[in-house]
């Protein structure tokens, strides 16, 4: 699975409590994006997601599930995210819904199709932040803290910098670009173009294109291409703590 990770520059996401027309969902799938990731925060259930996986799977693309509740995990992506969020005091969000799942699940689950996401979740105003209790007010120095701990200690394989409605704070961005050596550095939040999708893609290895989807599928097909055209940093960091 991480091999597959490897290969996503860009990646656009999809809510399953969104709607999302027919000519708009063939646009994004066949824009030459890496991959679709289905999930959201809210309003997630069962049959919202299994009938947005049915529809992108008739394009051929690969698609992933985000799993942000147990009772809408659909069997049939090619891959399931598995978010821990690393800056909450609510362990809930760091083991505890995990826990659940595998007391839930057991032997079903295909853990050869996990991919483990560390969080660090900075935008405050985000329905993900109010959700999980996030502690949106780190320092650049306490996100890349986060993302050394998610690398070096917890190996795991994603460090995701979600900002979710808005752009980053571009110090904050280096910061953890610096910090992550191992884990492939994943962004998301206020990509709504071609410059901030340059940006976002100069500074972290795969770049997550969600909301604007929604509002200007034109601005949000432009990223594509952006994303792929810029060089991400050649700068890895693998120094320890």
Known sequence: MRQMIENWRHVFKLDPDREIGE????????????AILVGGSTGIT???????????????????????????VVPGFDAYMIPMVLNTPDSAWIIGHHR???????????????????????????????????DTGLS??????????????????????????????????????EAVGRARLFYGGGVTGQE???????????????????????????TVNAVKQTPPSSERYSSSI
Request: hydrophobic letters at 45%; aromatic letters at 8%; proline letters at 1%.
């Open 23 to 34: 000519g708009e969902l063939r646009a994004v799938c066949q824009s030459g994006t890496d």
């Open 46 to 72: 069962y049959d919202n997601t299994a009938g947005l996986m049915s529809r992108i799977q008739d394009y051929g693309v690969t698609c992933a599930l985000e799993v942000s509740d147990l009772s809408a």
């Open 100 to 134: 659940r799942a595998v007391e839930r699940y057991g032997d079903f689950i295909p853990w050869e199709l996990l991919l483990t996401e560390g969080y660090i979740v900075l935008n405050g105003n985000s329905a993900v932040a109010r959700l999980t209790g996030a």
């Open 140 to 177: 650049a120095d306490g996100a890349a803290a986060c993302a050394h701990i998610a690398d070096k200690l917890m190996t795991l394989p994603i460090v995701y910098l979600e900002y979710s409605g808005s752009f980053g704070d571009v110090e904050t961005m280096k910061a953890v670009r």
């Open 196 to 222: 901030e999708a340059k940006l976002a893609a100069s500074l972290a290895d795969t770049v997550v294109v969600g909301n604007i989807i929604y509002s200007d599928i034109g601005r949000a097909l432009s």
